[in-house]
T-cell receptor, first 110, second 114 residues
Framework: GQSLEQPSEVTAVEGAIVQINCTYQTSGFYGLSWYQQHDGGAPTFLSYNALDGLEETGRFSSFLSRSDSYGYLLLQELQMKDSASYFCAVRDYQEDKIIFGKGTRLHILP | EAGVTQSPTHLIKTRGQQATLRCSPISGHTSVYWYQQALGLGLQFLLWYDEGEERNRGNFPPRFSGRQFPNYSSELNVNALELEDSALYLC?????????????FGPGTRLTVT
């Protein structure tokens, strides 16, 4: 079967660093994407990893280990505006569909 | 460049009725995806259209259907509405059949079934 697992909630302090993990199980795998969704808003694309390693985009970084079927999103210098839900997503090329995790709600404390 | 647009913003229907939701992708994008986001359940893949053809569908009953028009806009139809169909319906587009890299989402249609 296909599944993506990520924590339902994570809490961190403003200015700190937080890591949101995602493990996946799919028939086929192209790459791992991350999306951010604020309350009442639409998901917006953050990053994509097709190869093992770390991709950095400003305060956000994303990591992938294909051998471990695992990835994470790293958010640095947390700001209050980072309070949102974060979704990981994969495309299963054998099932030919895109699968999203259930999302991680990030709470940031002042 | 205009983003993905969806209409209507809100839709209220009664059980047993039909709902039609519309989506216009970003200019140049040929793939359109539909997702259902019910409270606390994340994004559930509904349908994927590319170049006018249904590419794949998620684990939803046949009363969820749709189509893609020659201008790549898309329509989602939900027949025989049930209370549990109440959710936010999101449309996304991407250039080509990939969608592997990134999808651009519209603001969604909030469907309420009473």
């Amino acid at each position: 079967g296909q599944s993506l697992e990520q924590p339902s909630e994570v809490t961190a302090v403003e200015g700190a660093i937080v890591q949101i993990n995602c493990t996946y199980q799919t028939s086929g795998f192209y790459g791992l994407s991350w999306y951010q969704q604020h309350d009442g808003g639409a998901p917006t694309f953050l990053s994509y990893n097709a190869l093992d390693g770390l991709e950095e985009t400003g305060r956000f970084s994303s990591f992938l280990s294909r051998s471990d079927s695992y990835g994470y999103l790293l958010l640095q210098e947390l700001q209050m505006k980072d309070s949102a839900s974060y979704f990981c997503a994969v495309r299963d090329y054998q099932e030919d569909k895109i699968i999203f995790g259930k999302g991680t709600r990030l709470h940031i404390l002042p | 460049e205009a983003g993905v647009t969806q209409s209507p913003t809100h839709l209220i229907k009664t059980r047993g009725q039909q709902a039609t939701l519309r989506c216009s992708p970003i200019s140049g994008h040929t793939s359109v995806y539909w997702y259902q986001q019910a409270l606390g359940l994340g994004l559930q893949f509904l349908l994927w259209y590319d170049e006018g053809e249904e590419r794949n569908r998620g684990n939803f009953p046949p009363r969820f259907s749709g189509r893609q028009f020659p201008n790549y806009s898309s329509e989602l139809n939900v027949n025989a509405l049930e209370l549990e169909d109440s959710a936010l319906y999101l449309c996304a587009s991407s250039p080509g059949t990939g969608g592997v890299y990134e999808q651009y989402f519209g603001p969604g249609t909030r469907l309420t079934v009473t």
